[in-house]
């Protein structure tokens, strides 16, 4: 299972859309997706500074969004993406780290590999440590975090409606 995260560029403009589409018939949330279900077009979806400016205003935190390709096919297998820093916002219930994978993709250890990868790149922009949450009865996910060092720290009750169940688990991972 080897994959590797790029950054988005044209070359997967119609895997991106694609993926969108997958995700929408799915009906799944797009954690890390840098609000790709919000655009109509990669172009639109690309320019995600002065997009994801308008849309959070004074909230706006800077991200880095990077694709999960897997290498023997060069496929979109999955989405990541690292907020630095911390907003009042990500530190009660984003963290720093969103991911997701195809439906048609997942238990195949792809979301885990990503988290590597992603922790790799923060160690690079010198964090010390990163906060990954997600909804308590998602045990995939709390699953990928601690696989990948995450400790929990607390649950709080999601009061804007990102988590299924109501509460969302939040976990560092030291670096």
């Given at each position: 299972?080897?994959?590797?995260l790029v950054r ?168």
């Open positions: 299972m080897y994959i590797k988005p560029t044209h070359e997967y403009a119609e895997q991106v859309m694609q993926y969108k589409e997958d995700m929408i018939s799915n009906n799944d949330s797009f954690h890390g997706c840098a609000g790709l279900e919000e655009v109509n077009s990669f172009s639109e979806w690309i320019d995600f500074e002065s997009r994801l400016k308008r849309k959070y205003g004074e909230g706006y935190v800077p991200s880095e969004v990077f694709l999960g390709v897997r290498m023997e096919d060069e496929k979109v297998v999955g989405m990541i993406d690292y907020r630095h820093p911390l907003s009042p916002f990500l530190l009660q219930y984003g963290g720093n780290i969103g991911y997701s994978v195809l439906p048609s993709e997942r238990r195949k250890g792809y979301g885990g590999e990503m988290l590597k990868l992603m922790l790799s790149i923060c160690r690079e922009y010198g964090e010390r440590r990163i906060l990954l949450t997600c909804d308590k009865t998602n045990d995939a996910s709390r699953r990928t975090i601690v696989k990948n060092g995450g400790k929990l720290e607390n649950e709080v009750i999601d009061e804007v409606g990102l988590s299924e169940c109501g509460i969302m688990q939040r976990y560092w991972i030291m670096l």
